[in-house]
């Protein structure tokens, strides 16, 4: 019961108690103790899904509306409806899907927001970071670290659409966001396509290569084959009975995750597998690259098929059943959480 309930002898005196404080900014912890220390996790973000079929036309509009150049980066935001107007998807990530036309440029710019590419649809585009290139294919993990230059283009001959996930409301939060342009729309290229992965995702790293556990990955491609082929590796082991068999991606030199504030996962489900409840503190985002299935989110079912998006917040059980055999790549803010000791993880 409040603390002013109606029938407390001190009710009207404590209302204004408080009515007398607050031109001081002055508020009663006692009043609102149990919304910031609760019970369990508590979120505004709730279970969502956004089917591809039904975002792709729209997305295309858009294409007709503006252009890339225009808009600097053309994009639909996948808003959380229970966060309206944030430009959120979970209380502490975005995620919004990209299109880009043949022909056309995202000219080149730098931030301090960290960000990851997937790629869903078409064939043709690029994205250069700090100086090489790295042709864009459909399951490419791709990423551009804090305050790395990076810019996109289309070479092709057909449009190409991916889901961008930036940890936008984390660097917000801190107060830490800055952004540049670069000198050009197009960088230079000063290193081949492939320097990346020879010289940092070979079990090798250069001579003068000294990271700190913090630095992000200098791999900045995930390809998509080479994802398939580790999932399809380990398939004949035992199934996990909460996550099927599921990896999480590394910086190869460090081992920790390939951005310090957002982590990234694949998960293959064989047909008709059902996972356990699972639950956990980090919010996290689901795509369905093949396959499809169901997903149960607490008490909300989503059918779900290729290129779909659906989100799960924090501590909402999670059910997932295959139809199809199924490849998720899923994407979260674990890393910040387990740096800061707040991360859990409940299984029924």
């Not at 079929?53 to 150049?69: K, S």
């Not at 460090?254 to 639950?279: C, D, H, N, V, Y």
Request: aromatic share 8%; glycine share 8%.
């Amino acid at each position: 019961m409040p603390a002013d309930a109606s029938d407390h002898p001190q009710a009207e005196a404590r209302r204004a108690f408080y009515r007398r404080i607050d031109p001081a900014n002055l508020t009663p912890l006692w009043e609102v103790l149990s919304a910031l220390v609760p019970q369990t996790p508590r979120t505004a973000a709730q279970p969502a899904l956004w089917r591809y079929t039904d975002v792709r036309p729209e997305l295309m509009e858009a294409g007709r509306l503006i252009t890339a150049h225009e808009a600097e980066r053309r994009v639909l935001i996948l808003e959380n409806p229970g966060l309206r107007g944030q430009s959120r998807i979970t209380q502490s990530l975005y995620a919004g899907l990209q299109l880009i036309l043949p022909g056309e440029v995202a000219p080149a710019h730098r931030h301090t927001q960290s960000a990851l590419r997937l790629v869903l649809d078409g064939e043709g585009a690029y994205t250069a970071v700090d100086g090489e290139r790295t042709t864009m294919r459909r399951g490419d993990f791709i990423i551009t670290p804090a305050w790395t230059f990076h810019d996109h283009g289309n070479e092709g001959d057909q449009p190409v659409i991916w889901l961008d996930g930036l940890d936008i409301p984390i660097v917000d939060f801190l107060g830490a966001g800055f952004q540049e342009k670069g000198g050009a729309d197009v960088q230079a290229v000063t290193r081949a396509e492939g320097d990346a992965l020879a010289r940092y995702a070979s079990n090798m790293v250069p001579m003068d290569f000294h990271p700190r556990p913090s630095d992000p990955t200098r791999v900045f491609v995930y390809p998509y084959a080479q994802t398939q082929r580790a999932l399809d590796g380990i398939a004949a082991s035992p199934i996990d009975p909460h996550h099927g068999w599921k990896l999480r991606y590394v910086n190869p030199a460090t081992g920790a995750s390939p951005m310090p504030t957002i982590g990234a996962f694949a998960q293959k489900l064989p047909a008709g597998f059902e996972t356990r409840a699972l639950r956990s503190t980090d919010s996290t985002i689901h795509v369905c690259l093949e396959g499809d299935g169901m997903a149960r989110v607490g008490e909300q079912e989503f059918r779900f098929s290729q290129n779909d998006v659906f989100v799960v917040p924090s501590w909402h059980p999670l059910h997932l059943q295959a139809q199809r055999d199924c490849l998720l790549f899923s994407y979260s803010d674990r890393p910040v959480q387990q740096a800061l000791g707040l991360w859990r993880e409940h299984k029924d």
